[in-house]
C-alpha cells in the first residue's frame, strides 16, 4: 500500500504549487528579514557557512541568529565517525575550492563548554563573532566550575531543542522562509530566496556560491591523463541522492572518456539501519530543490523496499 501512495504524495510535494504556497505561508508567519543559523564548533562544514553567510550579508538586508548546539540526534547518524572523517575530507575540498583556511576543530568537551560560555555572553546575531568561536585558543581560556559548566550544558540542551523542534538534525544548516540549507553547498539555493523576496529592491544581482556545479564537464578533457582509472559510485536504490549523483556520473565519465562503475548498496533500511520521518522529509525536498537547479526530473518517487529492490540488482549485475 506504500509503494502505491507514495508516488502520489511525492508528486504533490514536487509541484510548484504546493512550493510556492509552502513559501509563502513561511514567509508570513516569520521576519523575512532574519534567518535562523545553527553551527557546531566539531563541524567543518559550520565553519564554511559562517564565512560564505558572512559575505552574503554584505550583500543582502538579512539579519542571523546564530544558534550552537553540540550533541547530535544520535537516530539521524548511525555512523557517527565514519560521518565525521568523511566530513572532514569533504570540508577540506570544499574550503580549497573557496580559498577559505579551515581552523582546528575544537573536539573536546571540556573546550566546548568553555566556548559555549563564552559563546552565550556574546551578541548571537553577529556572524562575525561566530567565526571567532572557531578561532579562539582555548587554552587561554579561564576553565570553568562546575556551576557555569551545566550552565553551558542547559544552554546548549535549549539551543538543540530550537533545532529539533523546527524539524531539523544537521548542524552548518540555516532556517529562512520554511526550509532548511545546508553548508556552502545548498546556500546558493539560500541565495535564490533572499533574490526572490528582495527582487524589487535590486540589491543582489547573482550568486556568489556556485562553484560546486559552475564547471561541470566544462574543464578539457585533455586535464584528465590517465583515462583508465574510474569513477566508482556506490549507489542505492532508495536513495534519492543516487538518482542525482547516477545521472551526473554517468554525463561526466562521458564528456571525459572515463570509465564509471557503479556499485549497489542496500538502502539503510534493509541493513537495520534508522532513517527517521524527519531526515526522509529534508532529503526529498532538498533533493528537489538540486534536481530544479542540474535540470534533472525528480519528483514522481517509487519507494523500493525488500525484495523489490534485490530483483532491481539482480537484474543489473
Known amino acids: 500500500m506504500r509503494s502505491l501512495i507514495t508516488p502520489f504524495i511525492t508528486r504533490r510535494w514536487s509541484s510548484e504549487q504546493f512550493q510556492a504556497k509552502k513559501i509563502k505561508v513561511a514567509m508570513k508567519a516569520r521576519n523575512a528579514n532574519i534567518a535562523q543559523v545553527f553551527i557546531a564548533l566539531d563541524d567543518p562544514y559550520s565553519y564554511l557557512l559562517l564565512k560564505g553567510l558572512e559575505k552574503i550579508q554584505q550583500q543582502n538586508h538579512i539579519l542571523f541568529h546564530v544558534h550552537l548546539i553540540q550533541n547530535r540526534q544520535a537516530e539521524m547518524f548511525p555512523e557517527p565517525q565514519m560521518w565525521q572523517h568523511w566530513a572532514k575530507e569533504d570540508a577540506q575540498h570544499l574550503a580549497d575550492l573557496y580559498s577559505i583556511e579551515l581552523p582546528t576543530l575544537i573536539v573536546n568537551m571540556d573546550d566546548a563548554l568553555v566556548v559555549t560560555h563564552h559563546f552565550s555572553h556574546q551578541d548571537p546575531t553577529s556572524i562575525k563573532s561566530a567565526i571567532q568561536l572557531f ?90 591523463q590517465d583515462k583508465s582509472k574510474p569513477v566508482e559510485l556506490y549507489f542505492s536504490m532508495r536513495s534519492p541522492y543516487s538518482h542525482l549523483a547516477l545521472n551526473r556520473c554517468y554525463k561526466l565519465c562521458q564528456h571525459y572518456d572515463i570509465p564509471l562503475v557503479i556499485k549497489p548498496v542496500l538502502p539503510m533500511l534493509m541493513r537495520g539501519l534508522p532513517v527517521p520521518k524527519k531526515k526522509t522529509q529534508y532529503i526529498f525536498f532538498d533533493t528537489l530543490r538540486e534536481s530544479k537547479k542540474l535540470g534533472i526530473e525528480y519528483g514522481n518517487v517509487a519507494d523500493p523496499i525488500g525484495q523489490g529492490v534485490r530483483n532491481c540488482y539482480a537484474i543489473w549485475l
Not at 566550575?145 to 538543540?160: G, S
Not at 544548516?173 to 553548508?183: D, I, K, M, N, Q
Not at 545548498?186 to 523576496?197: D, G, M, P, T, V
Open 135 to 224: 578561532e579562539l585558543d582555548t587554552k587561554r581560556l579561564t576553565r570553568l566550575t562546575e556551576t557555569q559548566k551545566n550552565t553551558a550544558r542547559d544552554f546548549l540542551e535549549a539551543e538543540e531543542k530550537i533545532l529539533l523542534d523546527l524539524g531539523h538534525y544537521l548542524p552548518a544548516t540555516v532556517y529562512y522562509a520554511g526550509e532548511f540549507f545546508w553548508g556552502l553547498d545548498r546556500i546558493s539555493h539560500f541565495e535564490s530566496r533572499l533574490l526572490e523576496h528582495n527582487r524589487e529592491k535590486e540589491i543582489h544581482q547573482g550568486l556568489l556560491f556556485t562553484k560546486t556545479y559552475d564547471d561541470y564537464c566544462r574543464a578539457p578533457k585533455h586535464l584528465i
